[in-house]
């Protein structure tokens, strides 16, 4: 049984940074691919960043060179650090496995960009 826990949000300025986590228990992280995922108010959830489990990273055009993905597997914890926040970045941010497991969803972790 996988369960997911993310942390990290907050409200920041626009241009500002946070670093989210989330951590997995469970055996299969150390060889699922991961990727973290958002929902702004009124829009369908969006797949951001994605990584395998050696380490190769994808991204959401919205987000590159702005968003990094990392992963600890000896700490079955994946990273989102997010740089130059927008205001348009505001949303709840949630991790799973990519393709997502429809178990696996947690509770999320809300990222407000704002002034």
Known sequence: QVQLVESGGGLVQPGGSLRLSCAAS???????????????????????AVITSGGSTNYADSVKGRFTISRDNAKNTVYLQMNSL?????????????????????????VTVSS
């Open 86 to 110: 927008k205001p348009e970045d505001t949303a709840i941010y949630y991790c799973n496995t990519y393709p997502a497991g429809p178990r696996y969803w947690g509770q999320g972790t809300q």
């Open 26 to 48: 469970g055996s299969i992280f150390t060889i699922a691919t991961m990727g973290w995922y958002r929902q702004a108010p009124g829009k369908q959830r969006e797949l951001v």
